[in-house]
């Protein structure tokens, strides 16, 4: 019996080893795959979506719909950045790794909250310029005793996990391009993956495998064609030259490399060995600027199926042929088992920015179905034949504006989704938001400037209340729970704000997200019934993770508001000032107390006696095409800084200091002085001032100048 009995233990160990399960004896981050693919079962969050298929999904389930009320804080940290904050945590054998705006990296003891070690990349300020919608971080990757980080100025650099001492970093990007990482990499075989950002700015997207011990390039594939015609002697060369090129023209997008990047999502299936990942806009937007209003332009605003192991070319699947609005397929993808018609499929589910619900084959990229699951305006289906959309007359703003619901923020945007197997449901971060697309008829590329070919003008807010507030009626923030197999939803949370949280799913019936207003919360999982809330203070816009530690099971939010909504539509969301990011960590029977925000207090402007000898509507214009989208409209702005309350406004001087001089670009307001020259600022700060003292901008505006937007 004796004998059995060790032998049981011993086949046990085993199977724990074989699975990567006993990682913690052969030093800390030891995740394989063997283990991610296993995780289905155990208590742990292994990578920033928890297991390959990115359901986000655990099986937890101490933590429940009938004692999710006695939740309360375990443990917090406050970091020292104050932009926002959009890391998933990551929690291997007891040790929780996350990131920071700015990219850097923290490890904590996972049960205390004990800081074990931190890692600053030292990310010069002004590369700030160069992100488009914050200088944020989506969180690390853990691999066989390392942790990956993605830093903003393009570098992936791996950490030894117990220490977060550099064991290597590689540049991904050509520094003299407005290339960011914002994404987390993804780990598969023994190659990590990463992407980038900059496609409003003018880059050229790929996907990059580098080897997880010595960080030597493995393969790359582009997104877009050469714009010198030559073969990249890369993974994309043979169907770019059978397919992809052919269906790019004009000399637009060769300038700017075409856009496509790849900045967030990836899934990888290990039975059919397919990596997924998910393909952005083109630059410019405007598909008549950027290919002369011809062609699909392959392979922007895809979901692109890749061999891991070279990158070699699988199936693609266009959500947008001939993308032209920033709706890009970059959202969070989700691999699934459905029963559909009766039929088990191995499907593939997304929510892309341009409004419709994809259910895809994964094997092949097959459409099985596609259905809004916001109302939209630009489309009135997707053709079932061919998978393309049904466009409805004049939305592509050839010659005229075009009012078009999504707005380039997207029916869904980067925020995590969630799928629940055993309700059936995904979990959808959704918005409703309107925008008029208008052709910008004197675009001309500026490099390292913003590059969409589309005038940012008509969507200056308007003064009056009451038009102020028929606006932000129109603008909604929802959480949906969608049937992918009815192609409906089966419940829809309302949110008071349009830009909130990523979604996790539990197997205790809950779902969990944070909000705009500052606040944490846990839904039944069944009917959306609200049972649980945290005043967390500060904006949430992050996705949590949860997972278990001697019995007890904890959920982790990183908290701390920011990102493109923050930026560039503050009156449409709650005010406030910008405040330190945290991390809050949460148990039954919490007692900890978060302290309360010191608020920055705001000095008074007194614009007494102070003139500019600027033209007011010059820098209307300038402002509206270029800085609204860091500074807000009307430059209201409030997560940077609200210039209207600037102290900088109050002397010529101070203000070419800063938008001329680059006084400020350690703090990520670079110069303008390749883009505009001191009258043109002049111009600018005569058009804040009108805004400080409340005047109305003019109704029609002076064309316009060139100025590039700030990024701070």
């Given at each position: 019996?004796?004998?059995?009995?060790?032998?049981?233990?011993?086949?046990?160990?085993?199977?724990?080893?074989?699975?990567?399960?006993?990682?913690?004896?052969?030093?800390?981050?030891?995740?394989?795959?063997?283990?991610?693919?296993?995780?289905?079962?155990?208590?742990?969050?292994?990578?920033?979506?928890?297991?390959?298929?990115?359901?986000?999904?655990?099986?937890?389930?101490?933590?429940?719909?009938?004692?999710?009320?006695?939740?309360?804080?375990?443990?917090?940290?406050?970091?020292?950045?104050?932009?926002?904050?959009?890391?998933?945590?990551?929690?291997?054998?007891?040790?929780?790794?996350?990131?920071?705006?700015?990219?850097?990296?923290?490890?904590?003891?996972?049960?205390?909250?004990?800081?074990?070690?931190?890692?600053?990349?030292?990310?010069?300020?002004?590369?700030?310029?160069?992100?488009?919608?914050?200088?944020?971080?989506?969180?690390?990757?853990?691999?066989?005793?390392?942790?990956?980080?993605?830093?903003?100025?393009?570098?992936?650099?791996?950490?030894?996990?117990?220490?977060?001492?550099?064991?290597?970093?590689?540049?991904?990007?050509?520094?003299?391009?407005?290339?960011?990482?914002?994404?987390?990499?993804?780990?598969?075989?023994?190659?990590?993956?990463?992407?980038?950002?900059?496609?409003?700015?003018?880059?050229?997207?790929?996907?990059?495998?580098?080897?997880?011990?010595?960080?030597?390039?493995?393969?790359?594939?582009?997104?877009?064609?050469?714009?010198?015609?030559?073969?990249?002697?890369?993974?994309?060369?043979?169907?770019?030259?059978?397919?992809?090129?052919?269906?790019?023209?004009?000399?637009?997008?060769?300038?700017?490399?075409?856009?496509?990047?790849?900045?967030?999502?990836?899934?990888?299936?290990?039975?059919?060995?397919?990596?997924?990942?998910?393909?952005?806009?083109?630059?410019?937007?405007?598909?008549?600027?950027?290919?002369?209003?011809?062609?699909?332009?392959?392979?922007?605003?895809?979901?692109?199926?890749?061999?891991?192991?070279?990158?070699?070319?699988?199936?693609?699947?266009?959500?947008?042929?001939?993308?032209?609005?920033?709706?890009?397929?970059?959202?969070?993808?989700?691999?699934?088992?459905?029963?559909?018609?009766?039929?088990?499929?191995?499907?593939?589910?997304?929510?892309?920015?341009?409004?419709?619900?994809?259910?895809?084959?994964?094997?092949?990229?097959?459409?099985?179905?596609?259905?809004?699951?916001?109302?939209?305006?630009?489309?009135?289906?997707?053709?079932?034949?061919?998978?393309?959309?049904?466009?409805?007359?004049?939305?592509?703003?050839?010659?005229?504006?075009?009012?078009?619901?999504?707005?380039?923020?997207?029916?869904?945007?980067?925020?995590?989704?969630?799928?629940?197997?055993?309700?059936?449901?995904?979990?959808?971060?959704?918005?409703?938001?309107?925008?008029?697309?208008?052709?910008?008829?004197?675009?001309?590329?500026?490099?390292?400037?913003?590059?969409?070919?589309?005038?940012?003008?008509?969507?200056?807010?308007?003064?009056?209340?009451?038009?102020?507030?028929?606006?932000?009626?129109?603008?909604?923030?929802?959480?949906?729970?969608?049937?992918?197999?009815?192609?409906?939803?089966?419940?829809?949370?309302?949110?008071?704000?349009?830009?909130?949280?990523?979604?996790?799913?539990?197997?205790?019936?809950?779902?969990?997200?944070?909000?705009?207003?500052?606040?944490?919360?846990?839904?039944?999982?069944?009917?959306?019934?609200?049972?649980?809330?945290?005043?967390?203070?500060?904006?949430?816009?992050?996705?949590?993770?949860?997972?278990?530690?001697?019995?007890?099971?904890?959920?982790?939010?990183?908290?701390?508001?920011?990102?493109?909504?923050?930026?560039?539509?503050?009156?449409?969301?709650?005010?406030?000032?910008?405040?330190?990011?945290?991390?809050?960590?949460?148990?039954?029977?919490?007692?900890?107390?978060a302290p309360p925000y010191v608020r920055p207090e705001q000095a008074a402007l007194d614009l007494t006696?102070?003139?500019?000898?600027?033209?007011?509507?010059?820098?209307?214009?300038?402002?509206?095409?270029?800085?609204?989208?860091?500074?807000?409209?009307?430059?209201?702005?409030?997560?940077?800084?609200?210039?209207?309350?600037?102290?900088?406004?109050?002397?010529?001087?101070?203000?070419k200091s800063v938008v001329i001089d680059g006084a400020l670009a350690e703090r990520g307001m670079a110069?303008?002085?390749?883009?505009?020259?001191?009258?043109?600022?002049?111009?600018?700060?005569?058009?804040?001032?009108?805004?400080?003292?409340?005047?109305?901008?003019?109704?029609?505006?002076?064309?316009?100048?060139?100025?590039?937007?700030?990024?701070?």
């Open positions: 019996m004796k004998t059995l009995k060790w032998a049981a233990m011993l086949a046990a160990t085993a199977l724990l080893a074989a699975c990567g399960q006993g990682g913690g004896d052969k030093g800390p981050g030891n995740v394989d795959g063997a283990r991610i693919a296993a995780a289905s079962g155990n208590g742990e969050w292994l990578t920033v979506a928890r297991t390959y298929d990115e359901q986000r999904h655990s099986p937890l389930d101490k933590i429940n719909t009938t004692n999710v009320g006695q939740l309360g804080l375990a443990w917090m940290y406050e970091f020292d950045t104050d932009r926002g904050q959009e890391a998933t945590p990551v929690v291997v054998d007891g040790v929780l790794y996350t990131t920071t705006a700015w990219s850097k990296v923290y490890a904590f003891d996972a049960k205390t909250g004990a800081l074990k070690w931190s890692y600053d990349p030292k990310v010069e300020g002004k590369k700030g310029f160069d992100a488009c919608c914050d200088v944020v971080n989506r969180g690390v990757a853990v691999w066989k005793g390392k942790v990956y980080v993605g830093v903003l100025d393009g570098r992936l650099v791996a950490l030894e996990a117990g220490t977060g001492k550099e064991a290597w970093s590689v540049q991904t990007t050509d520094t003299g391009r407005p290339y960011t990482i914002t994404g987390a990499p993804r780990v598969v075989k023994d190659k990590v993956l990463i992407g980038n950002g900059g496609g409003e700015y003018g880059v050229r997207g790929y996907l990059s495998a580098y080897d997880s011990a010595t960080g030597k390039l493995v393969w790359r594939f582009y997104t877009t064609p050469n714009p010198n015609g030559q073969p990249d002697n890369a993974a994309s060369d043979k169907i770019m030259k059978e397919k992809g090129a052919a269906t790019w023209f004009g000399e637009g997008w060769k300038a700017t490399g075409g856009g496509g990047t790849v900045w967030d999502s990836m899934a990888y299936d290990p039975e059919l060995d397919i990596l997924y990942a998910g393909v952005g806009n083109g630059t410019p937007w405007n598909h008549v600027k950027r290919s002369d209003g011809k062609g699909d332009n392959l392979f922007l605003s895809s979901v692109l199926a890749l061999k891991p192991d070279t990158g070699e070319y699988v199936w693609h699947y266009q959500t947008t042929p001939g993308e032209s609005w920033d709706y890009t397929a970059t959202q969070h993808i989700i691999l699934a088992d459905l029963t559909i018609n009766g039929q088990p499929r191995k499907v593939l589910m997304q929510a892309p920015k341009n409004g419709f619900f994809y259910v895809l084959d994964r094997a092949n990229g097959q459409l099985i179905s596609a259905k809004p699951y916001v109302p939209i305006t630009w489309a009135s289906g997707v053709d079932p034949a061919t998978g393309r959309p049904i466009e409805n007359p004049g939305v592509r703003y050839e010659n005229a504006p075009s009012l078009q619901v999504p707005a380039p923020f997207g029916a869904h945007n980067w925020h995590p989704m969630a799928f629940n197997p055993k309700e059936g449901l995904v979990y959808i971060p959704a918005q409703v938001v309107p925008f008029a697309y208008t052709p910008d008829k004197g675009y001309t590329f500026r490099p390292g400037a913003w590059n969409v070919g589309t005038d940012f003008l008509a969507n200056a807010l308007p003064t009056d209340a009451a038009q102020m507030a028929a606006i932000k009626a129109m603008v909604k923030g929802e959480l949906i729970a969608w049937d992918p197999v009815a192609q409906k939803a089966r419940f829809t949370i309302k949110h008071p704000y349009f830009w909130n949280a990523g979604v996790m799913s539990t197997a205790g019936g809950l779902i969990f997200q944070g909000a705009a207003q500052g606040e944490f919360s846990a839904y039944n999982a069944a009917d959306g019934t609200k049972l649980w809330s945290y005043k967390t203070d500060n904006g949430v816009i992050a996705a949590p993770s949860t997972y278990e530690i001697d019995g007890e099971q904890y959920v982790a939010l990183m908290v701390g508001y920011g990102g493109a909504g923050a930026l560039s539509a503050p009156a449409l969301l709650p005010e406030r000032p910008r405040l330190p990011g945290r991390l809050m960590v949460f148990k039954l029977g919490g007692t900890a107390k006696g102070v003139t500019s000898t600027g033209d007011v509507g010059r820098g209307f214009a300038l402002f509206h095409q270029n800085c609204q989208v860091c500074h807000g409209p009307n430059a209201g702005g409030a997560f940077l800084p609200n210039l209207r309350q600037s102290q900088m406004l109050l002397s010529a001087e101070s203000w110069s303008f002085s390749r883009f505009i020259d001191a009258k043109g600022a002049e111009d600018l700060r005569a058009y804040v001032l009108s805004e400080a003292r409340g005047a109305a901008a003019p109704a029609v505006p002076p064309a316009k100048g060139g100025a590039a937007t700030a990024k701070r």
